[in-house]
């Protein structure tokens, strides 16, 4: 096994971007993932896997299939320059972001499409929802978090393995959607009909936006349908990745 | 205004404690909100105010009705140890905890049990989703995070000030509440139907339980019945204020 000490080494110095720099994410169309978990769900598909990376001392599960994946040893400073938390297991996987293909699209029926939800734990709960509810593809419009930020890749428990997420525009996936026959819906507090109400088939997309300001007017003035929650306390709103999962397995039902 | 600016001031101190320490939070009964959506809603019930907490320079609304609140004014540095946030908006309430009277409970009809759930942002989601879902009362047993840490009150929204949040030993309260004829339904991956299948009625308690490990098997054994959401995709399971969303939305509909 490959080991490196040096904390100046490049490829750490690689490493530690991509776990606090979208645009180190952006620009090399890689991530880090962090524990065994996550790292056991990117086995799962070894094309995606760059490196794994251990510190040392930690053994890996007897049963993990590693053949053909690059492991690199590196030291306790090195492991803890990457780790986000304290408690850290001591075992990371360098992977390579989902390339969306053309052909993949076409093959698609159930979306989440997502306008600008900012905090990274809503946007990871939200693409662990899409899986559970069985979604095709999540889309993540402009001013969303990052789906490769480590707060969103551990809120989202591995299901960015499970569901290819993707950025796009909106608008623009709206008007393709509706052109193939996929009905459209907003999540919107006024001229919305009772979520329940809903009978979407076995195709949709549905779009959930922003904490605070919901799904900007131009995107919902798309959609064919928009649909609200109802309230029967006191609250204002309900959190979006809890509104996401009661819509989504109220459409998938 | 009363004016502080003194950090060493003893009530300074016990502020700050009690942003920072749950034994502080137990003993006082007592507990610290921030921001103009909180503060808001805290004066909605003024009884529950002790005080308002003011940073120098900032103005409170002037529809807020504030007679017969204390306000205090601080420094700069002292509003900062107590924001939570770098983006503070500068007020805060120093606030009382709710205290439960047998009277309330003999009135409520649903419920929210929740067993050993450690995260307090998922806490608060979860005391959110309650209230916007009409519950009558979340109980908080044993392992949970503390229903007044800071990120819990941040996540709640305000929800703390609409509906009831008590801490019990939920062994007692599912015997209580069966022997008041309040059917008790609990989560779990075996021996439970689907909770699409389930009528509750007007009446019901819900209990869910911890990120990793879920309910309790002794509070499992007591419950009336077992629900199970269904997993359509590769998830291993979903996010527990997702899934008390799905269930109380299905439950209350």
């Excluded at 428990?157 to 959607?177: C, K, M, N, T, Y």
């Excluded at 907003?186 to 076995?202: D, I, R």
Aim: aromatic share 6%.
């Amino acid at each position: 096994m490959k080991r490196i000490e040096s904390p100046q080494n490049a490829l750490v110095k690689h490493w530690k971007k991509l776990v606090t720099n979208r645009k180190e994410r952006d620009k090399s169309g890689e991530y880090i993932i962090e524990g065994f978990h996550l790292v056991e769900e990117a086995l799962k598909n070894k094309e995606q896997i760059v490196q794994i990376i251990v510190r040392e001392g930690v053994d890996l599960p007897l049963l993990w299939d590693i053949d053909e994946v690059t492991l690199v040893e590196v030291t306790q400073p090195i492991a803890k320059e990457l780790a986000e938390t304290e408690t850290s297991q001591g075992i990371f996987a360098h992977c390579k972001q989902y390339q969306v293909e053309d052909a993949d699209k076409l093959k698609w029926k159930k979306f989440l499409l997502v306008d600008a939800v900012q905090d990274p734990g809503n946007i990871g709960t939200m693409i662990r929802t899409a899986d559970a509810a069985g979604l095709d593809a999540v889309v993540l419009g402009k001013g969303c978090a990052d789906a490769y930020n480590p707060k969103t890749l551990r809120s989202a428990q591995g299901s960015h393995f499970h569901i290819p997420v993707v950025r796009g525009e909106l608008a623009e996936w709206i008007e393709d959607l509706k052109e193939n026959g996929v009905k459209v819906y907003g999540t919107a507090l006024q001229e919305a009909v009772e979520y329940t109400a809903v009978e979407t088939g076995n195709s949709f997309a549905l779009i959930v936006g922003n904490e605070g300001s919901g799904i900007h007017p131009q995107l919902l003035g798309k959609t064919d349908q928009n649909v609200i929650i109802p309230i029967f306390g006191q609250a204002e709103s309900l959190n979006v990745a809890v509104a996401t999962g009661i819509l989504l397995y109220q459409f998938v039902k």
